[in-house]
């Protein structure tokens, strides 16, 4: 449930126009609260404002289950945990926090009704200086609305959320130099480098990551075709390291008991510690190795961390937000069934097609070993 937008108490500023502030902000909070994956693309957005405003306090609204990745970003001195399963109760909690922290810029790079009430909370507009996407990049576009600082329309040609969060950052903070990395210490470097080896030891180039898929998102490929997969790959000569986190514990249980005793297949189940992740992947990288996973925050964050990565990519659509490289395009492909359906690829949360999702069952283990092996 969200608060009302409507009302005499709310104003909404005319498009283009900036509000009162005109100094250096010394409060900004960034508002992007789900899900891992768009959290990863935003980075770019805390970056440019931390170099820009040095001296500024940053803050940032996030959901709990993506504040791991937050806390502890270098720079950025608060979180506020906003408690999605708490209904409407996390609104006047959030309000108040926020109320506290008195933001003069508030910088919505979620753009969507929900961000745009967080906004709101933040303070009001006669104060706060509201900046975030142009209006035809907001899902719920009344939610644009609230702003009284939009970023310029993007070309259609510009239409990846990367792109759109670059863009966003170039808004607020000019002439910074993008980054979309998620600023892991020197410690976290190492831990990185000391988990890969505990997981796989002595990995290196040609040995693969596989990021089974949650079950029952119309985004996954079976967990038995990763099963296939890392049995094909390590057939191969390479060692494979099958990951899966909280939500996809049980198949990466499952896959475990059934490719027990793999000497060149290793198993990270239930991993939750979302930097540690992303130290493993910067160490992999690093190493030259590659991921292969489904469209999910965990292949964002691993091209985040300069990790090559293929995405196994069917309702969503891969120029939007499909793997996105700093490094290059061509260490972030995604790879499609060789006769995808014609509704692929629809964007939709559950498939309607007659046979289930076969823009993802259509991806062949064979295709997709192939593209593995490349390198």
């Excluded at 693969?208 to 191969?236: N, T, Y």
Aim: charged share 25%.
């Amino acid at each position: 449930m969200l608060p009302r937008l409507g009302g005499a108490k709310i104003t909404f500023p005319p498009e283009g126009l900036r509000s009162a502030v005109s100094k250096d902000p010394e409060r900004i909070l960034i508002v992007r609260m789900s899900h891992l994956g768009d959290v990863v693309c935003s980075l770019p957005v805390f970056h440019a404002l931390r170099e820009a405003f040095p001296s500024a306090e940053i803050a940032w609204v996030v959901q709990p289950e993506f504040a791991g990745l937050l806390e502890g970003l270098p720079g950025l001195q608060r979180v506020f945990r906003f408690g999605r399963r708490d209904g409407w109760r996390a609104w006047p909690r959030l309000r108040r926090e926020l109320a506290g922290f008195r933001a003069d810029l508030v910088v919505d790079a979620q753009a969507n009704l929900k961000s745009a009430a967080a906004v709101w909370c933040a303070g009001p507009a006669n104060r706060v200086r509201r900046a975030g996407p142009h209006r035809d990049d907001w899902r719920e576009r009344f939610g644009a609305r609230i702003l009284s600082d939009p970023a310029p329309r993007l070309p259609p040609t510009r239409a990846h959320a990367v792109d759109r969060m670059v863009a966003l950052a170039s808004h607020v903070a000019p002439g910074v130099a993008p980054r979309f990395d998620a600023a892991l210490t020197q410690a976290e470097l190492a831990g990185g480098e000391s988990l890969l080896d505990e997981l796989l030891p002595g990995a290196a180039r040609g040995d693969r990551l596989l990021h089974v898929a949650a079950p029952g998102d119309v985004r996954s490929w079976p967990p038995e075709r990763f099963g296939e997969l890392a049995e094909r790959l390590a057939a191969s000569g390479r060692r494979v390291l099958l990951l899966s986190g909280p939500r996809e514990a049980d198949a990466g249980r499952a896959l475990e008991a059934r490719l027990s005793g793999r000497d060149r297949i290793r198993h990270c189940v239930g991993q939750r510690d979302l930097r540690a992740l992303a130290s493993l992947f910067a160490a992999a990288g690093r190493r030259g190795m590659r991921l292969v996973g489904c469209d999910s925050g965990p292949l964002h964050l691993a091209c985040a961390s300069g990790l090559a990565a293929y995405a196994l990519a069917g309702p969503q659509d891969a120029a939007r937000t499909g793997p996105w490289s700093p490094r290059g395009p061509e260490l972030a492909r995604a790879i499609h069934a060789a006769e995808p359906p014609a509704c692929a690829p629809c964007l939709a949360r559950r498939c309607t097609h007659a046979d289930g999702p076969v823009c993802m069952t259509g991806i062949g283990v064979e295709a997709v070993l192939e593209v593995a092996l490349a390198d």
